[in-house]
């Protein structure tokens, strides 16, 4: 029988693929959301330069202190969302495409992407 946690990364790369597959590369900015069992990390990568333009995460020692007030993951999903989608805007951005990572949409990664979108970032 093999093993379980090798099938789950391997349905996990196999979803990530996919879904990657399916943007239409180069034509908007991708933002990209990775989620650990503590921590949510979002990033914009523009696929044409191959860079990243912003990056924030609730592991950021500038939003320590507004995230310890903070005790859910859920809600700090949820401030790294507006803090990321003002950044964007800041950014004169106001249109990008949003790479879940493999991850279902519900839960922690639902709400960055409500909270994105509260910003006034179109999705």
Do not use: C, W
Request: charged fraction near 35%.
């Amino acid at each position: 029988m093999p093993n379980k946690i090798l099938m789950k990364k391997r349905g996990l790369a196999r979803r990530k693929k996919s879904i990657k597959g399916k943007l239409t590369i180069g034509k908007y900015p991708r933002l990209v959301v990775y989620r650990s069992n503590l921590h949510l990390y979002a990033q914009l990568v523009d696929d044409n330069k191959s860079e990243t333009i912003i990056s924030v995460s609730t592991n950021d020692k500038s939003m320590r202190d507004d995230l310890a007030k903070i005790t859910s993951k859920v809600e700090k999903s949820k401030f790294v969302g507006k803090k990321i989608g003002s950044d964007i805007i800041k950014k004169k951005i106001n249109k990008v495409m949003f790479d879940r990572n493999g991850y279902m949409y519900h839960g922690r990664v639902k709400a960055f992407v409500d909270a994105v979108r509260e910003s006034g970032l179109n999705i």
